[in-house]
């Protein structure tokens, strides 16, 4: 159960131990949009959704804030241009910044890289919340299936990713190219969706159902 703590502290301060579902949280959102910065030898993180996805938005803003894990000023919607100079309308909060978290920014940011890697210890890290945040994220209905749509991870990444899923829940997909570079899809097919269902519905937001044909 989250446990609600309102005290604001400083960086080097928040040493933990951290609550279990907020890491589920941190892991399964850096699979999907979440982005990473080191600031001062302190690591925290940035959330980001389209306006369509606010109920979702909202639902990481309030568990994060109830938990101490960033300001409970409700994220405000932004606006920017998209491709051919139309509006885009987005809601984006971060986090506070955790001395204590950097060992989460050197796992995905592993072998020196500047873009995010998939840490070698996932297997261990995805928990059936991390897995829902990661469909919510970047998960899309496809058919009678799943897609998940992989942006910027290497191939040997996203191969990994498809292990995990039959190492850990004996959730069988494939991996598809997208045309693009370094763009990969990771489908589960309609066979898998019972079990996949039983993983995730207990934490999926109203607003994310669709994606399981709930």
Request: proline share 4%; glycine share 6%.
């Amino acid at each position: 159960m989250l446990v609600e703590i309102r005290e604001k502290k400083r960086a080097l301060k928040r040493i933990g131990p951290h609550n279990l579902d907020i890491l589920s949280i941190i892991y399964g959102t850096l699979l999907g949009h979440t982005q990473l910065e080191k600031r001062n030898n302190n690591v925290r993180f940035f959330f980001q959704q389209e306006n369509i996805n606010v109920e979702y938005l909202h639902w990481l803003w309030k568990t994060l804030a109830q938990n101490g894990y960033c300001s409970l000023d409700k994220p405000r919607l932004r606006k920017k241009l998209g491709p051919g100079g139309r509006p885009r309308f987005y809601y984006r909060f971060h986090s506070y910044t955790f001395s204590s978290l950097n060992y989460i920014y050197e796992e995905f940011t592993k072998k020196g890289s500047i873009i995010k890697r998939v840490p070698d210890n996932i297997e261990q890290n995805l928990t059936p919340l991390a897995l829902t945040c990661w469909i919510m994220d970047d998960g899309d209905r496809c058919g009678q299936g799943l897609k998940l749509s992989i942006r910027g991870f290497p191939m040997e990444d996203v191969e990994l990713l498809v292990q995990v899923l039959k190492n850990k829940w004996d959730l069988k997909s494939n991996l598809n190219k997208t045309g693009k570079t370094n763009q990969w899809i990771i489908y589960i097919p309609k066979s898998e969706m019972n079990k996949l269902r039983q993983l995730v519905s207990p934490f999926l937001v109203n607003s994310m159902k669709y994606k399981l044909q709930i």
